[in-house]
């Protein structure tokens, strides 16, 4: 099918929820995507950081493909190897004691959500349901991670949205103790405000959310479905603010690609959800926990610093060009924000730069690196051509 074919049919059939670039992808490897008509782009995106180990990785098919002609899916009333397996691997080299799988990003924020909420039931009974969370976050699309979302911008159209949530500033202290109250049972912050613009939290500020959430005793909870999975340059940010929270939820990246997610608990909360509290239909499914084994396996200890060294090599390379249109570049390993001045708005730039071969994402009012985390050298040197290029 052509652009045109595909357009039509969609602009026919589906929803029209998203504003989309006009580009029909149709196959890639590793950063490189071809679209329909045959012309070739270099993925500074992987979705939005979901292809971590880049496009058509041939482990990756092997391990999807093994598992896919074996046993796709099952319900969740029987074990099955690579759910047991996904949870160990993910568990140990995160320093969690349990795990609970789901679909994406938001449906793990919700089962964090829950399993905090729960926590505090068991604990202090009802009225201690509140979640502070920071402003300028995202947390998800549901109707309840949207109230999380402390965006106001997130706050409209379907209503009424969920109690129980207030809002601090990122990086204030005082502003988190001046919403504090005999209702809360936990703190849940991005390290690095992704959609919100790329901004990292200052270490300090999360090491005082922490120690508040023991003083308090709230669960800390770290939304890592955009900085989990190797992004930062650990296999999860929280590994390099000196943390541990007492749960975690991640998806994006965990499978490159395929639909997963979930939420580890340390100690504290690791026991919360009993059969029949808390579940999912496709939560854990075969296929995916396959691929995240395969995932998980890849992103060692040598791959974590390369993803660090090549982050530092797009920061340093986009400074060199110091482009007039382009401002502070900032971020954590592979995870970069990129501000943007001037008379054109992020928008306008990113559709430039996709006119010109090199797919780009948007975070606030800045541009968004997320490339995959296998990138070359090669494709970074033309994606980074294609910037300079486009941009001067
Ligand atoms: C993308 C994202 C989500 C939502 O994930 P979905 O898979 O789209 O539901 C939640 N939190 C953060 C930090 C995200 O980046």
């Not at 530092?312 to 249109?325: G, N, S, V």
């Amino acid at each position: 099918m052509t652009l045109e074919e595909i357009k039509a049919l969609d602009d026919q059939y589906v929803m029209h929820s998203y504003g989309r670039f006009p580009v029909a992808v149709d196959r890639g490897e590793n950063a490189t995507l071809w679209d329909t008509e045959g012309r070739a782009y270099i993925d500074f995106t992987a979705g939005i950081g979901v292809a971590s180990l880049g496009h058509a990785d041939q482990g990756w098919q092997r391990a999807v493909a093994a598992q896919a002609a074996k046993l796709a899916h099952v319900s969740n009333l029987f074990y099955a190897a690579p759910y047991a397996q996904a949870a160990q691997k993910l568990c140990t080299r995160a320093g969690m004691s349990k795990v609970m799988f789901g679909n994406s990003g938001a449906e793990a924020n919700e089962a964090m959500i829950k399993l905090a909420r729960k926590w505090s039931f068991d604990k202090y009974g009802k009225g201690r349901g509140t979640v502070i969370t920071l402003r300028n976050s995202f947390h998800g699309r549901t109707i309840t991670t949207l109230a999380a979302t402390g965006q106001d911008v997130f706050h409209n159209y379907f209503f009424p949205f969920t109690e129980g949530f207030r809002y601090a500033d990122a990086n204030d202290l005082d502003s988190v103790e001046a919403v504090a109250g005999h209702d809360v049972c936990a703190v849940m912050v991005e390290l690095v405000q992704g959609e919100g613009g790329v901004l990292p939290l200052e270490e300090k500020f999360v090491q005082g959310v922490a120690r508040l959430c023991a003083q308090r005793d709230w669960l800390f909870l770290v939304d890592e479905v955009q900085t989990g999975v190797g992004r930062t340059g650990a296999l999860f940010a929280f590994q390099r603010y000196g943390i541990t929270p007492d749960a975690v939820s991640f998806a994006k990246g965990i499978a490159n690609g395929l639909p997963f997610g979930g939420v580890m608990a340390g100690e504290k909360c690791g026991e919360v959800f009993t059969p029949g509290t808390h579940g999912t239909t496709f939560g854990g499914n075969p296929v995916a926990a396959a691929a995240a084994c395969y995932v998980l396996d890849t992103i060692d200890g040598e791959f974590l610093a390369r993803v660090e060294e090549k982050g530092a090599y797009l920061r340093e390379q986009i400074a060199a060009m110091a482009l007039p249109c382009l401002g502070e570049i900032r971020g954590l390993g592979m995870m970069l924000g990129v501000e943007v001045k001037g008379e054109r708005t992020n928008k306008e730039l990113a559709a430039r730069l996709v006119d010109h071969g090199l797919l780009i994402l948007t975070a606030g009012p800045g541009l968004r690196l997320l490339p995959p985390l296998t990138i070359t050298k090669e494709e970074m040197d033309r994606g980074l051509g294609i910037m300079k290029e486009t941009l001067s």
